[in-house]
T-cell receptor, first 113, second 112 residues
């Protein structure tokens, strides 16, 4: 079974709008990472948030983490057509098994001009 | 500064054959992980190599094996290929614990 589950599965917005996607997970984590993937190419790392952090920003991206609810959210502000991609959350579990990322099925985001 | 590089980009094999995929990690990274991504799904962890040893393994059969060389580059070998092995194989490297993983563009493996 998958550790991370993204919601929604698909999202269609217009340029300039904000896009929010959520990730829920089941067990305690060391950190949670968000990745972007364009058309079946490699994954691009966006943000890593550690279990003792609650919020991180990177440019137009904002990630929150609520360990009590075992959930995270990724917000893309002022979206652009170039943001069209699949977005994945990945959890890195306990210290002993670090690096064994567990991915959800992803959120497919389409940004129309 | 070169990122993670994988070769080949595409590969077509037939059932029962064997395949070797190659990965060079990002400079300064000593840990390499391999993932399998079927169409429309998220990547699934295959195994991770550190100091030339398999450090941990996902839920994949023994047909999947790997190796890490002293220069940290890595190979993924798959024997007795099945149709279900058709997927994008991704290599990722990292400099250690609690650090982001950097992915290559993958090898698209098609089994006929």
């Amino acid at each position: 079974s998958q550790q991370g589950e993204e919601d929604p599965q698909a999202l269609s917005i217009q340029e300039g709008e904000n896009a929010t996607m959520n990730c829920s997970y089941k067990t305690s984590i060391n950190n949670l990472q968000w990745y972007r993937q364009n058309s079946g190419r490699g994954l691009v790392h966006l943000i890593l948030i550690r279990s003792n952090e609650r919020e991180k920003h990177s440019g137009r991206l904002r990630v929150t983490l609520d360990t009590s609810k075992k959930s995270s959210s990724l917000l893309i502000t002022a979206s652009r057509a170039a943001d069209t991609a699949s977005y994945f959350c990945a959890t890195d579990l306990t210290t002993d098994s670090w690096g064994k990322l567990q991915f959800g099925a992803g959120t497919q985001v389409v940004v129309t001009p | 500064d070169a990122g993670v590089t994988q070769s080949p980009t595409h590969l077509i094999k037939t059932r029962g054959q064997q395949v070797t995929l190659r990965c060079s990690p990002k400079s300064g990274h000593d840990t390499v992980s391999w993932y399998q991504q079927a169409l429309g799904q998220g990547p699934q962890f295959i195994f991770q190599y550190y100091e030339e040893e398999e450090r941990q393994r996902g839920n994949f059969p023994d047909r999947f094996s790997g190796h890490q060389f002293p220069n940290y580059s890595s190979e993924l070998n798959v024997n007795a290929l099945l149709l279900g092995d058709s997927a994008l194989y991704l290599c990722a490297s990292s400099p250690g614990e609690n650090q982001p993983q950097h992915f290559g563009d993958g090898t698209r493996l098609s089994i006929l």
